[in-house]
Structure formats: C-alpha cells, structure tokens
C-alpha cells in the first residue's frame, strides 16, 4: 500500500513546496529572503571553517556569492535605480571580492566583515516593509483626528 520512504521522493516534494512558496511571494519577501540567504551561508562557513570543514566553507562561500551576484545584484535597476542602486552594487561587488579572499586565506574577519556590512541593510530592507505596513494605521489615526 505505501511504498518505504524515499530521500529522492522528499527531495523531489521539498523542491516543489519551495518552487510554490517562491510564486506567492512579493518582490519585497523575496529580497528579503535573498539577504537572509546570504547571511545564513555566510554564519554556515564561519562554523565550516571553525571545524575545519573545506568543503562546507566553500559551499557556504559559494551560495553567498551566487545569491550577492545572481540574486540581489542581477535584480538592481542600475539605470533607474540612480545612486542608491549604484552604491548596493559596489557594496555587492566588495562584498564577493572579500568572500573570495576569505575562502582562499581561511579568513574568518573577512567573513565577519562581509556579515557586519549586510546585516544592516538587510534590516534597513526589512524596515521599509515595517515603515509601509505602518503607514495606513498612521494615515487612518491622523484622519480620525480631522
């Protein structure tokens, strides 16, 4: 009646929840998770590299430097987006820069320092959501006081 369990069939349902979920998701959601994205897989190699897993540092490395070039700098409006998108892509771009030195030399600074450049703009990011959720309470109190 069931067959045994599978890691390629969870594997395979994982995927597709993921896929889903990524349709029902807002422009801002996404951005959001890419920054989440990029921190995580950074903290995932600082711990590799404390326990002197090479191949986990690497990967760690590598899926943050995708997700800063593939994700978030690809996704930038650098025509359109004036100075504020230019200055997000020289941060990205510096970014993969030092995690590519931080992989080569070992280097958990340089880690720290790429985590402790994205942070803040990551919650910067996170922070407009919260300001524009607040915005229509905000707007409603002020009208009930005319």
């Not at 807002?26 to 950074?42: F, R, T």
């Amino acid at each position: 009646m069931f067959s045994a369990y599978s890691p390629r069939a969870a594997n395979a349902y994982q995927r597709i929840d993921v896929e889903t979920s990524m349709y029902a998701l807002d422009q801002h959601q996404l951005v959001s998770l890419l920054y989440g994205g990029v921190l995580h897989s950074i903290a995932t190699a600082r711990g590799a590299l404390a326990r002197g897993d090479v191949l986990g540092k690497v990967n760690g490395i590598a899926k943050a430097i995708r997700i800063l070039q593939e994700g978030l700098g690809i996704s930038l409006d650098r025509t359109g987006g004036g100075e504020l998108a230019n200055n997000l892509g020289a941060l990205y771009d510096y970014c993969v820069r030092r995690l590519t030195l931080a992989n080569a030399r070992n280097d958990d600074a340089m880690l720290q320092e790429v985590m402790l450049l994205i942070r803040p703009v990551a919650q910067g990011w996170d922070g407009i959501r919260n300001t524009r959720a607040d915005a229509p309470a905000a707007a409603q109190s002020m009208l009930a006081g005319v």
